[in-house]
Every structure is written in structure tokens, then in C-alpha cells.
């Protein structure tokens, strides 16, 4: 389970060669994003053939490193080539996991009102 602390979630646009372990992404995410590795975020990367998975987080005192392989099936992905990131909820990355789009249709939160 991913640690519940962050507050950003940023897919790594376009493949990324998931040989790199965490010095190589938290380089890919400070010089070609520009981003800060060690902000309260996650940085998700994903292989060519839209299989595997990773995901880079800093926790306090050191870097979480979590890795998804797919059995079957692959990422629904975004198509952008660039070598930029996208910025995505939370519930977005959950959909992503569970195999379905970032793009769902779901219901707007409602925030609660008062009734006279």
C-alpha cells in the first residue's frame, strides 16, 4: 500500500526505462522535470509496454520504491509523447491501478449545506 502522506501525484508523460532503480528517477524528476524529489509527492513511471509500473516517494528520512508488474493486461496510460509529467488526483492514480482511465465520468463531490 502506498504511504497515505503526499500531496501531488505526477505521471512521468511518454516511457521511461524502468531499469533505473531511485537515484535514476529522482534524477529524471529534478533535471528533466524539474521538480523536487523530496517534495510530499508521487512520481509514477511507466515501461514501453504499459506492464510495469513504478512509483518514487520520499518519506522523512528515505525514498520508497514501489514497483507494479501486470500479469495480464496493461495501463491505461496517458498517449502524451512528451517527456513531461501530468499532474492527477489521487483518485485518478487509484483508477489508473485498478486498470481503468484517468478520464472517468464519476460523480462531482458535493459539499455538505445547510438546510433551513
Known amino acids: 500500500m502506498i504511504h497515505p502522506y503526499y500531496e501531488r501525484v505526477y505521471l512521468a508523460c511518454g516511457p ?3 531499469r533505473k532503480s531511485i537515484d535514476g ?3 529524471i524528476v529534478k533535471e528533466a522535470f524539474e521538480l523536487d524529489p523530496f517534495s510530499p509527492a508521487l512520481f509514477v513511471f511507466c515501461n514501453r509496454n504499459r506492464d510495469k509500473l513504478k512509483i518514487l516517494q520520499w518519506d ?3 525514498f520508497w ?3 507494479k508488474r501486470l500479469e495480464t493486461g496493461k495501463f491505461s496510460w496517458p498517449d502524451e509523447s ?3 509529467t501530468k499532474d492527477i488526483s489521487p483518485r485518478q ?3 489508473l491501478l485498478d486498470g481503468l482511465t484517468i478520464q472517468q465520468s ?3 463531490e458535493v459539499k455538505a449545506r445547510t438546510i433551513l
Open 16 to 18: 521511461t526505462d524502468l
Open 25 to 27: 528517477l529522482a534524477i
Open 82 to 84: 512528451s517527456k513531461q
Open 60 to 62: 522523512n528520512n528515505g
Open 65 to 67: 520504491l514501489y514497483y
Open 93 to 95: 492514480l487509484r483508477w
Open 106 to 108: 464519476a460523480h462531482r
